[in-house]
């Protein structure tokens, strides 16, 4: 096998600068910042972001970057670290086709280092999109096979690539050193750890590392910081039968589609979701449902005797009630369409200790069951489909049911630019007043105009 591939993208990386990628690139790219920025914010409000933030800011030290939605700065790589985390904390965060979260690990990683270098925004944005544009080709090209998935997978694993793919970028490093950071980032990646989040009814509750997305964050952020100081790591890290790809778990690596395209085609305008719920991408078919339902026949929540769920098998393992805590409920279809059954704005008031622990809410997911559909099913497999049919039963007796094929928020049935601004104003509403709000919102739209990325930090 050959050993290129790694220099062929670390090449591309370093020569590569916003004016190459078309202006649709750069507006969608500018929709994911605003999203994953405005999910810190949601984040930091909830249990497992203050676990995070906690610890990190009574160690103190120089404050270099912003932690979104703090109020403080604390050391870069320890801004991306819980940037990161963040982004996620809520399961809100964009997704790259089920296998990953590449946002929340690379945007944090590019703003950390950009305030801390006080670059500008036209070279920040530049590195976000070389983050996502050969981030995500790497995942995709490393996925293994159904087969292999069922006992090792890494969904946070690959996003390394994401975050050091920015980082170094922001640094403004050369080939050399950018191919150093490569070897470090990818031979400190997370585990693949998947299959021990706890889906094992017998396992629960699903544990608060997830994905991950802020240790791929850290991770990334540390080897090009790293490597700008002349630290060495492996230039053939991608390459060969002994490459990242087996490192990581999977039992094959498409080098093709690592590398095909390069500097024409792009995933964020094919493959990346901006989500419209605060749980696990898996169930928003089925919430698409309820809430087509619930808005068509003006349902009540006291008026419904039953909820079914027809999904693929996935979405099965999510058929657990009385959810211990915020990450288990994320995974808990019952309590995500008892949420969605109630209006209650998703993010961080979906998951409120009353909510959590409410009765009447406990009753209510009750009355939720879930059936894997086969044809769905292998849909999922075949074609990436996230699809789901719900049929709801009242207590007269009516049945309600309607068919989701492919859910909002996908690249083939987006999220409108309103929608999206208006999940980030309810987020970053836990921060800031209104007029901050729009203001940030408008600095996120003249990002490249920006001379210091710290005037946005600030802000934050």
């Known amino acids: 096998m050959e050993k290129w591939y790694t220099k062929k993208l670390a090449t591309y990386a370093v020569e590569t600068q916003i004016e190459d990628y078309p202006r649709e690139v750069i507006d969608k790219v500018k929709l994911f910042i605003l999203d994953s920025i405005g999910c810190m914010f949601g984040g930091s409000q909830t249990n497992l972001g203050k676990a995070i933030m906690t610890p990190i800011v009574s160690m103190g030290g120089s404050e270099e970057a912003t932690i979104v939605g703090g109020g403080i700065k604390v050391p870069t790589i320890q801004a991306a670290f819980v940037n990161g985390t963040t982004a996620n904390a809520l399961d809100y965060d964009d997704t790259l086709l089920g296998i990953g979260h590449p946002g929340a690990s690379l945007i944090p990683a590019a703003l950390a280092i950009g305030e801390w270098t006080q670059a500008s925004g036209k070279d920040v944005i530049n590195a976000i999109l070389i983050g996502y544009d050969l981030g995500d080709r790497i995942g995709l090209a490393i996925q293994p096979t159904y087969e292999r998935l069922q006992n090792v997978w890494g969904v946070g694993t690959w996003q390394t690539f994401s975050a050091v793919c920015a980082a170094a970028k922001v640094l403004n490093l050369d080939l050399t050193k950018t191919l150093h950071a490569y070897g470090v980032a990818g ?32 991770t990334g952020t540390t080897a090009a910081v790293l490597a700008y100081n002349g630290f060495v790591g492996n230039n053939y890290i991608l390459d060969g039968d002994n490459g990242f790809w087996i ?15 390069l500097g024409q085609e792009y995933e964020v305008l094919n493959n990346i979701a901006i989500k419209p719920y605060s749980s696990c991408r898996w169930q928003h078919a089925a919430l698409d449902c309820v809430t087509q339902i619930k808005q068509e026949n003006d349902l009540q929540p006291e008026q419904i005797k039953e909820v079914f769920i027809h999904s693929f098998a996935w979405v099965k393992t999510h058929e657990v009630y009385e959810p211990a805590d915020m990450v288990d409920a994320q995974f808990s279809i019952p309590y ?9 704005h998703p993010g961080p008031a979906w998951y409120t200790p009353e909510n959590l622990k409410s009765e009447d809410i406990h009753n209510l997911t009750n009355k939720v069951k879930v059936e894997t559909d086969p044809h769905i099913d292998k849909a999922y497999f075949a074609e990436d489909k996230i699809s789901a049919r719900v049929v ?3 207590q007269e007796g009516e049945n309600f049911e309607t068919y989701v094929d492919t859910p909002s928020g996908d690249p083939r049935n987006p999220l409108s630019q309103k929608e999206i601004e208006d999940k980030f104003k309810d987020q970053a509403a836990y921060a ?14 003249e990002f490249e105009t920006i001379d210091d990325i710290s005037s946005l930090m600030s802000l934050l």
């Open 187 to 218: 031979a400190t990646a997370p585990l693949p750890n998947t299959q021990k989040w706890g889906w094992d009814i017998s396992e629960r509750p699903i544990h608060w590392v997830k994905e991950p997305t802020g240790w791929p964050s850290w």
């Open 247 to 261: 490192m990581a778990g999977s039992d094959q690596c498409d080098y093709d589609k690592m590398t095909a395209g």
């Open 336 to 344: 995500t369409v008892a949420m969605t059954l109630l209006g209650i």
């Open 392 to 394: 709801i039963t009242t």
């Open 432 to 445: 800031l007043k209104p007029e901050e709000i729009e203001t940030v919102i408008q600095k996120i739209y």
